[in-house]
């Protein structure tokens, strides 16, 4: 398989994911002069819904770059692009589970979503170090303009992104408060690592301009 077609379908998998999302947008129940307050009332829906665009989107940019530093595809790297996108696909449950739980305020409701959030976020971050760890082990793989110091400086983030999600999972369960900030700042730690990795890749462009 090509690169490119590779890239097709995962664009197409991220397109339709953000559709899903929302798809949580629903009319509320209300009487007639009253809609303004029951449409505050769904603020819980577009909070999960900005949070989780946010999510796919940076997810989406990541594997957009990251597959432009590999030239060829085998049997191996397809099957964990497959792995990958199934764990992202995966999002758009506990976002409606947040938003449901967010409406209802019950604490347990909301820990449970959380958790189960938690989750998958960690398992998205557990795909990428799988794709990280092949590539380093395949350099053959990758792009002629990429070095194989750019993988070795960027295959840390994904722990450090799981560790940030499996802490916040542990911290939930004494605190909803500071589990769902933690959740954030997992979320956050992707942009960031998108923005790192963008930043080396920029890095070895120059190099290869001067070269």
């Not at 665009?53 to 049997?75: E, S």
């Not at 209802?104 to 820990?111: A, F, K, P, Q």
């Not at 053959?140 to 840390?156: G, M, P, R």
Request: hydrophobic share 50%.
């Amino acid at each position: 398989m090509t690169t490119g077609r590779l890239q097709a379908f995962s664009d197409g998998v991220f397109a339709i994911l953000i559709t899903i999302l929302v798809l949580d947008f629903k009319i509320p129940t209300y009487t007639a002069g009253h809609l303004l307050p029951a449409v505050l009332k769904q603020w819980p829906i577009l909070a999960a819904y900005l949070v989780s665009y946010f999510y796919v989107g940076t997810l989406w940019l990541f594997h957009h770059d990251y597959f432009k530093t590999i030239a060829l595809i085998n049997r191996d790297l397809n099957v964990l692009n497959l792995i990958l996108l199934f764990s992202v696909t995966l999002l758009a449950y506990p976002t409606s589970l947040v938003a449901t739980t967010l409406q209802s305020g019950n604490l347990t409701d909301i820990r449970t979503a959380l958790v189960m959030y938690d989750l998958v976020g960690a398992f998205i971050s557990l795909t990428f170090v799988w794709l990280y760890n092949y590539m380093c082990k395949h350099p053959e793989l990758k792009a002629k303009n990429v070095t194989d110091q750019f993988y070795q400086q960027i295959k840390h983030d994904p722990y450090r992104s799981v560790s940030i999600y499996v802490v916040a999972l542990v911290v939930t369960f004494f605190s909803v408060v500071v589990g769902g900030i933690l959740l954030l700042a997992g979320i956050w730690f992707h942009y960031r690592a998108y923005r790192h990795m963008n930043q080396l890749l920029e890095s070895e462009k120059k190099k290869t301009v001067l070269d």
